[in-house]
């Protein structure tokens, strides 16, 4: 009996004494970055405007986590929540990187966007097929597996997920097409656009869900999303916002264009938010998969030129922004610094954000935040 007592007297102390260590280990956690996070930032020079956010990997820690906790206020997974990498096969999710970013967000206080439900890129081998046949599977087992995949995964972020892209550029860029001719498409016509959205709306109402696409200042291009969004829109399908991506460079959008796109979209009584904003130092369109321009063979280096083209149209892009505060409620930058862009490779080196590769402000972050 008595050695029973000690024993359990024991165990409390070592679980007393556990949970202190814990504590402290994730209060020095904390501490580690919060020192940073009360430097002013970003979200600060804006807290009256919009958020501003930042794509992340997994991997966010040391002086990346803090520089991303001093000027950030939301994040987007670049690729985490995505349908391949978060549903690999039909019956088997792989949470860990997508709950990594979202725990991330959950201790620091930030809001949490999510990207995205239906894209045509980067979905899983199985999603189209019937795995016996092989052959593409009917319009219902495609809608029906389509609603399975939005309701687990939006479930799943259910209260910390505020902001869905629930369907990713499904608009053609060539003029002469309307929507793009990818499997979705292919086995459902233009519906699974419109179930998309209610089957976010179904698993969590209270959540914002937006229509994304890039090359939205391409008056071609957006004149076919504005009509895509009003018949959804008066089919009171519930769509709540649209994502100009922003993949934009030194050379576009024109300040006209970009006003054009927020009225035009503003119009329909739709929030905008710009959700994946760089400024490509080469010229041309950067809209997700059409680089324009000579790829760069020598080493890169950013040059007095490119900066100065860049700080310009950083300075144009957040006047315009400021202007359209009541429009806009967010501003999302695509990785956090030049230290890694998704424009890389192709035989160049890119420099598309506003910190440099060593993490320090460039001279475009001062004509963003000097206003
Ligand atoms: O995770 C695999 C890894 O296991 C494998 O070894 C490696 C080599 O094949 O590939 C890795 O996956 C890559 C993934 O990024 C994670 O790094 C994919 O190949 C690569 O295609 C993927 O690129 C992403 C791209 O979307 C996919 O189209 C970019 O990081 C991401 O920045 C980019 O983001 C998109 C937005 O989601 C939508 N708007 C356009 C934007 C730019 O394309």
Redesign the pocket.
Same mark, same amino acid.
């Given at each position: 009996m008595r050695n029973s007592i000690i024993a359990s007297a024991c165990l409390l102390s070592f679980i007393v004494l556990f949970n202190q260590c814990k504590s402290s280990l994730e209060s020095q956690g904390s501490t580690q970055t919060t020192g940073t996070a009360n430097k002013k930032g970003l979200k600060d020079y804006y807290r009256n405007y919009f958020s501003i956010g930042v794509?992340v =990997?997994p991997r966010l820690r040391g002086e990346e986590a803090a520089l991303v906790l001093q000027h950030f206020n939301s994040l987007t997974a670049?690729?985490a929540m995505?349908m391949g990498?978060i549903h690999p096969q039909e019956n088997r999710y792989f949470w860990n990187d997508a709950d990594s970013i979202v725990d991330f967000a959950q201790r620091h206080g930030l809001k949490m966007r999510g990207? =995205?439900l239906t *894209?045509h =890129?980067?979905t899983p081998g199985w999603l189209f097929k019937d795995s016996a046949s092989n052959t593409n599977v009917s319009k219902e087992v495609l809608l029906k597996r389509l609603k399975d995949h939005i309701t687990t995964v939006v479930n799943r972020y259910k209260g910390k997920v505020y902001a869905w892209d629930v369907v990713?550029?499904v608009i053609a860029d060539d003029s002469a097409t309307y929507f793009r001719k990818s499997p979705w498409y292919q086995i459902t016509g233009e519906d699974f656009v419109a179930k998309a959205f209610e089957y976010a709306h179904e698993a969590d109402p209270k959540a914002i869900l937006f229509y994304?696409d890039?090359n939205t200042e391409n008056p071609v291009k957006r004149e076919k999303i504005y009509r895509m969004l009003k018949k959804m829109l008066d089919a009171k399908v519930p769509v709540h916002g649209v994502g100009l991506?922003g993949?934009w460079s030194v050379n576009n959008p024109t300040r006209e264009e970009l006003e054009n796109s927020i009225k035009m979209f503003a119009s329909l009584g739709l929030q905008v938010q710009i959700t994946?904003l760089d400024v490509s130092v080469y010229g041309g369109r950067q809209g997700?998969?059409i680089i324009q321009g000579q790829a760069q063979r020598e080493a890169a280096v950013f040059t007095p030129e490119m900066e100065q083209k860049q700080l310009e149209k950083y300075k144009m892009i957040f006047e315009v922004f400021r202007k359209y505060k009541k429009e806009i409620t967010g501003v999302t930058f *695509?990785?956090i610094s030049d230290r890694y862009s *998704?424009l890389d490779g192709r035989g160049r080196k890119n420099f598309p954000l506003l910190f440099d590769q060593t993490l320090k402000p460039k001279k475009a972050y001062w004509e963003v935040v000097n206003f």
């Open positions: 794509a =990997t670049e690729n995505k990498p990207h =995205t *894209w =890129t980067q990713n550029e994304n890039y991506q993949h994946e997700g998969q *695509w990785n *998704w």
